[in-house]
C-alpha cells in the first residue's frame, strides 16, 4: 500500500493520517484470539498497570508469536512508512497497549522522539508510529488524542515522569499543552481523537504531542503500537533492555498482502524464551567495564 500526494500532504501538515478498517474482522481475529495467553504470561516484558493486575503493554510480541511476526511484516503497514521515511525500516519497538475495560490507566503527554533521544540515544525523528485497533476504539474507551502539527515544533521540553503510572515516560507539562493546543485551534480542533472499529491504523510522526485518558467503560481497547525507524537511524545506546528498544538493524522484508490469514514461515528467536542478554542494558555494561577496568 502507498500513499497518494495527497495523503504525503497531509501528513507533513498534520503529524497523523487515518485509515479506518484497513484490516478485516477476520484478520483482527487471529491477532486478537492470540492476546489472552500473551498477557497471561508472567514475564518481565508484561508491564502491569499500577496497583493491577491488568496488562498495560506487552512487548516484543513479533519475536515469540507467529501472528505478531506477520503483522510486524505487514505491506499495508511497512510500504507507507517507507514511503516516507524513503529508505528500509527496522522495528524499535514493538507493543501491545490492554488499556482495559475499567483498568486501563493513562498515557501522560508526549513525544516519542524525546524518550527515543533521551533513553536510546536515537539521532533524529526518522522513525514513525503505527497503532493498530484490536478492538473497536470509541470516546469512552481511552482513545489517543493528538495536537495536529506539533510534530513540526521539534523536540519539546520534557522531564522524566517516574512515578504516574507503572511506565517511565518523558512527559510535558500541562502549561506547555495548553500552549500547544490553543496554537493548534484551541476548542475548533486543538486535540483530535481518531475513532473507528477495530482493524483501523493510525500513523503518526515521532514529534506528535499524543496521550490518552484512562479507561473507564466496560470494553478493553486494546492496540498494537510500533514504532519503525529508518535503518541508517537506528539508536546508539542500550540504556533500556532489548525488549523495550530493539538492538536488531536488520531491515524488515514484507511478507505477502494475506498474511495474517495464511501462514508463511518467519523467524521467531525469542519462542523458546527471552534471551538473558535481552535485560542487560548498556548502564549494566558500563559497570562491569568498570569492575574489570
Ligand atoms: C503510547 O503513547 O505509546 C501509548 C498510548 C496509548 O496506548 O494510548
Ligand atoms: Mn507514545
Not at 493510525?202 to 506528535?208: A, E, V
Request: with cysteine; hydrophobic share 40%; net charge negative.
Amino acid at each position: 500500500m502507498h500513499l497518494s500526494e495527497e495523503q504525503r500532504a497531509q501528513f507533513e501538515r498534520d503529524g497523523y493520517l487515518f485509515f479506518p478498517s484497513l484490516f478485516s474482522p477476520e484478520e483482527m481475529q487471529v491477532l486478537n484470539q492470540t492476546v489472552p495467553e500473551l498477557y497471561a504470561r508472567r514475564e518481565a516484558y508484561n508491564v502491569r498497570e499500577k496497583g493491577s493486575d491488568a496488562v498495560r503493554t506487552n512487548f516484543a510480541a513479533h519475536m515469540y508469536s507467529h501472528p505478531f511476526a506477520s503483522l510486524a511484516r505487514h505491506p499495508r503497514m511497512i510500504q507507507p512508512v517507507e514511503d516516507v521515511l524513503g529508505e528500509s525500516l527496522y522495528m524499535h519497538q514493538f507493543k501491545i497497549n490492554g488499556k482495559m475495560a475499567f483498568e486501563g490507566d493513562v498515557w501522560q503527554w508526549h513525544q516519542d522522539y524525546g524518550t527515543w533521544f533521551n533513553d536510546d540515544a536515537m539521532p533524529e525523528p526518522r522513525a514513525m508510529n503505527i497503532a493498530i485497533f484490536l478492538d473497536d476504539v470509541n470516546a469512552f474507551n481511552g482513545p489517543l488524542m493528538f495536537i495536529p502539527g506539533s510534530h513540526r515544533l521539534g523536540v519539546v521540553k520534557a522531564k522524566h515522569d517516574l512515578t504516574t503510572t507503572s511506565y517511565p515516560l518523558w512527559t510535558a507539562d500541562n502549561d506547555l499543552i495548553s500552549e500547544l493546543v490553543e496554537r493548534a485551534g484551541g476548542r475548533q480542533g486543538g486535540i483530535v481523537s481518531p475513532t473507528g472499529p477495530a482493524g483501523s491504523m493510525l500513523m503518526f510522526h515521532g514529534c506528535l504531542l499524543h496521550a490518552s485518558s484512562s479507561n473507564l467503560s466496560p470494553w478493553n481497547r486494546v492496540s498494537v503500537y510500533l514504532s519503525l525507524c529508518a535503518v541508517s537511524n537506528h539508536i546508539r545506546r542500550f540504556k533500556r533492555p532489548e525488549y523495550i528498544a530493539h538492538r536488531c538493524f536488520d531491515p524488515i522484508e514484507c511478507l505477502p498482502d494475506d498474511c495474517l490469514l495464511k501462514s508463511y514461515p518467519v523467524d521467531l528467536p525469542w519462542a523458546g524464551g527471552m534471551p538473558e542478554q535481552a535485560l542487560v542494558t548498556s548502564e549494566h555494561m558500563l559497570s562491569a567495564d568498570r569492575e574489570v577496568a
